[in-house]
């Protein structure tokens, strides 16, 4: 009446056996094109917490917010970094953007712009194209922007003829006492 199945009656008999396939790996160049979505287009971040202490230098393809203490160097040249008002910084920081709101000392190399916020407390160097100090942050350091003048330098080279001395339209002193108790 029942067929008995054959195939499991034999315990000897092996099955085949599926292997899985190994994913595909994507070439280098792909990857890293996928990754770097440009300096403020780029949603992801990563954020150091305020109880985290990093004793080296960090680099990075995306935005970086400090609110810990990092002793070292921080890269992210195409990116934005921000020390928040916990955050503290002994090192130097190569971004395309960065806002300062905690401790920094050190020098800041921006292609674009620094703000530097009114709980910042700065000692050190920025280079950057434009930069913005809050009223209420300390700030002891030396600011360069890297711009062109608005005005043209002097041609060198050329001859230079000395100011003359324009006639005085005031009277000595001396004369003019006089004049007066006359």
Same mark, same amino acid.
């Given at each position: 009446?029942?067929?008995?199945?054959?195939?499991?009656?034999?315990?000897?008999?092996?099955?085949?056996?599926?292997?899985?396939?190994?994913? !595909? %790996?994507?070439?280098?160049?792909?990857?890293?094109?996928?990754?770097?979505?440009?300096?403020?287009?780029?949603?992801?971040?990563?954020?150091?917490?305020?109880? =985290?202490?990093?004793?080296?230098?960090?680099?990075?393809?995306?935005?970086? =917010?400090?609110?810990?203490?990092? !002793?070292?160097? &921080? !890269? +992210?040249?195409? /990116? /934005?970094?921000?020390?928040?008002? %916990? $955050?503290? &910084? *002994?090192?130097?920081?190569?971004?395309? #953007?960065?806002?300062?709101?905690?401790?920094?000392?050190? %020098?800041?190399?921006?292609?674009?712009?620094?703000? =530097?916020?009114? #709980?910042?407390?700065?000692?050190? *160097? &920025? %280079?950057?194209?434009?930069? +913005?100090?809050?009223? $209420?942050?300390?700030?002891?350091?030396?600011?360069?922007?890297?711009?062109?003048? /608005?005005?043209?330098?002097?041609?060198?080279?050329?001859? =230079?003829?000395?100011?003359?001395?324009?006639?005085?339209?005031?009277?000595?002193?001396?004369?003019? *006492?006089?004049?007066?108790? !006359?």
């Amino acid at each position: 009446m029942f067929k008995q199945n054959r195939e499991a009656s034999n315990p000897n008999k092996t099955k085949p056996v599926d292997t899985p396939t190994p994913p !595909k %790996k994507e070439s280098p160049v792909k990857k890293a094109a996928s990754r770097d979505s440009g300096p403020l287009t780029s949603s992801s971040k990563t954020v150091i917490g305020t109880n =985290v202490v990093i004793d080296g230098n960090v680099q990075g393809t995306e935005n970086l =917010v400090v609110d810990g203490v990092v !002793k070292g160097n &921080i !890269k +992210a040249p195409d /990116h /934005h970094v921000t020390i928040g008002p %916990k $955050g503290r &910084i *002994e090192g130097e920081i190569h971004a395309h #953007d960065a806002v300062i709101g905690g401790l920094l000392q050190g %020098k800041v190399s921006a292609a674009g712009r620094v703000e =530097v916020t009114q #709980d910042a407390d700065f000692y050190g *160097e &920025i %280079k950057c194209k434009s930069i +913005a100090v809050q009223d $209420g942050a300390y700030f002891k350091g030396i600011i360069e922007l890297q711009r062109e003048p /608005h005005r043209e330098k002097q041609p060198t080279g050329g001859k =230079v003829e000395p100011i003359k001395e324009a006639p005085s339209r005031v009277a000595p002193l001396a004369t003019a *006492e006089a004049a007066k108790e !006359k």
